[in-house]
């Protein structure tokens, strides 16, 4: 399994940024998929999730209402739509499969990162 996120960059408090992440080697539309982050010191924590067709959506508490999950299988690819970021946003973003509600199933791959300037 492959897992190749991008779109992360450096932007001020209250701006916006898409994340994608392209997925390969697996039955991509057969799992769940999340968002990840770790901010350096700190342990890596879920962020947002959503089920294998896009029905069913889970959030961190501090992102919901700021954060948006999609998906589009047709293309093997999720998305994290990021509003209002804050400096504590600030971290690397990772994607993977779900292997439980807030589990990830399959290794990290490189991450995209994200920082805002307050």
């Known amino acids: 399994v492959q897992l190749v996120e991008s779109g992360g960059g450096l932007v001020q408090a209250g701006a916006s940024l898409r994340l994608s992440c392209a997925a390969s080697g697996r039955a991509f539309s057969s799992y769940g998929m999340a968002w990840f982050r770790q901010a350096p010191g700190k342990e890596r924590e879920f962020v947002a999730g959503?089920?294998?067709?896009?029905?069913?959506?889970d959030y961190l508490d501090s992102v919901k209402g700021r954060f948006t999950i999609s998906r589009d299988n047709a293309k093997n690819t999720v998305y994290l739509q990021m509003n209002s970021l804050k400096p504590e946003d600030a971290a690397v973003y990772y994607c993977n499969a779900l292997a439980g509600p807030r589990d990830a199933l399959d290794a990290w791959g490189q991450g995209t990162l994200v920082t805002v300037s307050s």
């Open positions: 959503i089920n294998w067709d896009g029905g069913s959506t």
